[in-house]
């Protein structure tokens, strides 16, 4: 079985890592402690939504 990987996918998927890895290391990016929650609820919201396909169409 193949599967045909377009630039949005991959696009989604580097954001997810990248989202994920300042969650994970924020003192690696210099990410500001006030910022860091927000960060965080926003990663686990956007893997949401690429998990569950809203931009696959």
Known sequence: ????LSLSTLAGVFS????IA??????TLHIPAPMRPWIFMFT???TLLLASGVFSS
């Open 1 to 4: 079985m193949k599967t045909k």
């Open 16 to 19: 997810a890592i990248g989202l």
């Open 22 to 27: 300042a969650s994970v290391a924020p003192n």
């Open 44 to 46: 686990v919201a956007w």
